[in-house]
């Protein structure tokens, strides 16, 4: 292949807006805030962004969303994509900007997600549009919910694993004790493991503090070919299922397969990996991405928090901003403030939020349910 081929990509830098509620902010106006934050964040100058990528916004579904964008932002891409791969949106579009810079189709992408669910959508049309991954002609017509195909999920984790739900409780209040130290996070205030156990039935045995909240938010960040402080190392996806009735194995949801690719490319493996930030829709899929990926034995994942090993000054980091559990769930950007979180902490850029200098980040997301897995190996690079 030629020289080009291999060119490293950078996340050059990375914004998002506060997260919680927008009264008036259409999602076009929220993603136009956090792009405007990121590209003052780089020092970059709006003629040098070339290639545009843009989440997917169900309170905005325009056909040409990333042209749009890229035409309120007074942006002359040369690439403008959007993208649909549910919770994944923000890992894919990562690892779709590292592909065009390292071919040289693209020198600089600016990659955006943003909607005001919260305040921009009845919670009825919510509840419907995302309903739409389930099957088609057994489960949605059955009145199935997102919170319903994740129950069925837990239902059937928990009893191949011995995890309990105080376990799977243990992972919201370790979600919300990182959101507190964030000022941009939807719900900072602290909750207890009774708390959670006691909050409101959403879909046994999910309850309300096992769900993430529904918010209005943005985030923007940049990749491109020039150095800069973390270099995605390392990418790979996963497909093994759409539908929940179609997935075969609980312990194989594709998470390992996706995350093993990443792994392969960066050239490193699990153990030297010492920052995480994985998908947290629900507190099942945190624990259950946890333990696939390795970072946790089966049915352990709770042992791991109470012993305070994904705590922000231990080893391995978990979610620092509070994940989509705590800081907060506003469609694709959600899954996109993961990746701003871990490259703000490799950076060193995360303020007073800092935790001990981290070489490494994985970076984890899915969409549907556990059905579409994308992975990303971060690494910080050395400063001259």
């Known amino acids: 292949m030629p020289d080009r081929a291999r060119t490293h990509a950078?996340?050059?830098?990375a914004a998002a807006t506060?997260?919680?509620?927008?009264?008036?902010?259409s999602a076009l106006d929220l993603m136009a805030e956090a792009a405007e934050a990121a590209l003052e964040r780089t020092g970059l100058a709006r003629a040098s962004i070339d290639g545009v990528l843009c989440g997917y916004a169900t309170t905005y579904p325009h056909l040409m969303l990333a042209t749009l964008l890229s035409e309120?932002?007074?942006?002359?891409p040369h690439y403008a994509h959007g993208m649909q791969m549910g919770g994944a949106t923000g890992a894919g579009m990562v690892m779709l900007a590292r592909e065009l810079v390292r071919t040289g189709t693209c020198r600089r992408v600016l990659a955006v997600a943003g909607e005001n669910r919260l305040t921009g959508q009845a919670v009825d049309a919510s509840i419907q549009t995302l309903a739409q991954v389930g099957e088609a002609d057994a489960e949605v017509p059955n009145g199935a919910s997102v919170p319903a195909y994740y129950a069925l999920l837990a239902s059937a984790y928990l009893h191949r694993t011995g995890t309990r739900r105080e376990d799977l409780a243990e992972l919201a209040v370790l979600m919300r004790r990182h959101a507190g130290g964030h000022p941009q996070a939807h719900l900072r205030d602290p909750i207890t493991v009774e708390q959670v156990l006691a909050s409101k039935p959403i879909a046994t045995p999910l309850h309300l503090l096992d769900c993430c909240p529904i918010s209005d938010g943005a985030v923007a960040l940049v990749v491109?070919?020039?150095e800069g402080p973390v270099r995605i190392a390392g990418a790979g996806q996963a497909h093994r299922h759409q539908h929940l009735s179609a997935l075969r194995d609980v312990m194989d949801t594709g998470a390992a397969r996706a995350a093993g690719r990443a792994l392969a490319q960066a050239g490193v493996d699990t153990g030297q990996i010492d920052y995480l930030a994985i998908y947290d829709s629900f507190t099942?899929?945190?624990?259950?991405?946890l333990e696939e990926l390795g970072f946790a034995p089966r049915g352990a994942a709770a042992d791991r928090v109470r012993r305070g090993d994904f705590d922000a000054a231990a080893p391995l980091p978990l979610n620092t901003h509070g994940g989509l559990l705590s800081f907060g769930h506003s469609g694709a950007a959600g899954g996109l403030a993961h990746v701003a979180e871990a490259w703000a902490q490799l950076?060193?850029?995360?303020g007073e939020r800092q935790i001990a200098p981290r070489k490494r980040a994985l970076v984890h997301a899915?969409?549907?349910?556990l059905s579409a897995h994308v992975s990303l190996v971060l690494q910080a690079e050395d400063k001259a």
């Open 72 to 76: 309120k932002l007074g942006l002359d």
């Open 366 to 369: 899915d969409g549907g349910v």
């Open 10 to 13: 950078y996340l050059l830098g």
């Open 347 to 350: 950076a060193g850029l995360a």
């Open 284 to 289: 099942i899929t945190l624990a259950m991405l």
């Open 224 to 226: 491109g070919a020039q």
């Open 18 to 25: 506060r997260f919680g509620r927008h009264e008036g902010r």
